[in-house]
């Protein structure tokens, strides 16, 4: 089964319904990329991005919710995605790009064979991207040769192993891996080390909890009170609720979940630059 078959697999269930909105796989594609051109998740994205980088090249493109979102917002977006699907791939970015006159450049390749020149691109982004990279050093490798000096890597929600050993658990929980069986994850210090060795410097690696980009579609305020509830069996609720609302506070908390946080899969994110 191939990745368009296994989404509309998932779609005859009637338990995976959410999972099928939180994930933007809807049947109506402008609905999906609307939502999530306005989501939390993306417009954190975009508060990471200095405003005069404009060419962006979108990795992994799927079915184009990114390249639609930098597009209505005026980025120059060439969108890479190798499935040639009408549904979850290239055609259903053309299919965007003709329905609503947005200029975005769509090819079909794969991310370790980057078909541009060198130093052609300010962004570098992916989505949940890295974790399916059949050579993940060589895939970042060509992320650094085609971006411009200066310019910035966003690669968010990959997922995340404490050792190797724990694939075997992730991939089992996963919905739709025993439908096509492409999804992998990787240890963090490996993402790091790819990252880093091929010239990019990494700036910045969030944590499970410490945006809303890696644990969507928890809201951000949704997450504040779940870390609310939490706090409020330890010293009350009344107490909790003042103590939520202090940043200081509310990162600790996160920070410590995240450091005791062992689910195999779990997400993270990564920012870095070409220096």
Sequence with gaps: ??????????RKNPDKKQAIIDNYFDEDIDVSVNRFSESEEF????????????????????????????????????????????????????????????????????????PFNDNSFDIVYVRQVLHHAQDLAQFCKEVYRVMKPSGIFIATREHVLTSELDLKAFLAQHPLHHLYGGEHAFTLDYYKQCIGQSGLHLIKTLHPYESVINYAPITKLGMRAQFQDGLSKIIGSSLAKMFIKIDFVYHLLAQVKAANDNTPGRLYSFIALKK
């Design 1 to 10: 089964m191939n990745w368009e078959e296994a989404v509309k697999e998932l």
């Design 43 to 114: 417009c954190e994205v975009l508060d990471f991005i200095p405003t005069h980088l404009k060419t962006i090249l979108d990795i992994g493109a799927g079915r184009g919710m990114a390249a639609y979102g930098f597009a209505k917002r005026n980025y120059q977006v060439t969108a890479l995605e190798p499935d040639p699907s009408a549904d979850v791939g290239a055609a259903a970015i053309n299919y965007l790009s003709n329905k609503h006159q947005l200029a975005i450049e769509v090819v079909e390749n794969f991310g370790e064979a980057l």
